[in-house]
């Protein structure tokens, strides 16, 4: 009959808690991760936006390119000065692909009842016209790790108050929206 040493117990019980994370069930739908990890993973406002581009002025006129978002406020809350952790389950996350290629989190403008992404800024006049396009338009710098199998654990630098979505890095027609007070 063979023995098994008692210092062998930690390793297991590591490599399992490392695989009892929970991960969502469907890709690119972006959760808080709770500060305690037994508790349900939390839903973020999903909003669809919608694309837009105004010009305003006469003769010289300026003009934006922004996304839209309805309403003034999510009603999902974290409080300023705490580091925020998030999850999402990616087709990317087996790979070595960088996720800050795919995914952003942006700060966003409040307008009347709206918050916007902007990106794209210009000025015509009749003497021409510029245009300048920033896909990381608001980006917030974002440090990834891998999270169970499938997953990225996003994590925060200390965020300012005012609204924030996540979502695709480039024109992303489905965020998830959360605020900072």
Do not use: W
């Not at 973020?44 to 694309?51: K, N, P, S």
């Not at 409040?110 to 990106?119: A, G, L, P």
């Not at 300048?132 to 891998?146: N, R």
């Not at 994590?155 to 027609?173: D, I, N």
């Amino acid at each position: 009959m063979r023995r098994f040493s008692l210092a062998i117990l930690p390793i297991v019980f590591s490599v399992f808690a490392q695989t009892s994370q929970t991960e969502p069930d469907t890709i690119d739908i972006f959760y808080a991760l709770p500060k305690d990890q037994s508790a349900a993973l939390v839903s973020l406002e999903r909003q669809q936006t919608t694309f837009h581009a105004k010009a305003s002025g006469f003769m010289v006129m300026g003009l934006k390119g922004f996304s839209e978002i309805t309403g003034k406020k999510s009603p999902v809350r974290f409080n300023a000065g705490e580091a925020l952790e998030f999850i999402v389950r990616s087709a990317f996350a087996a790979s070595a692909a960088d996720p800050n290629t795919f995914y952003a989190l942006r700060s966003l403008q409040i307008k009347k009842n709206t918050r916007e992404i902007i990106f794209m800024t210009g000025h015509a006049s009749p003497l021409g016209a510029s245009t300048k396009t920033d896909p990381s338009e608001g980006a917030i710098v974002l440090e990834f790790s891998k999270y169970a199998t499938s997953s990225y654990k996003i994590k925060t630098p200390l965020l300012k108050l005012g609204e924030y979505a996540l979502g695709r890095a480039t024109m992303p027609q489905v965020v998830f929206c959360f605020g900072v007070d």
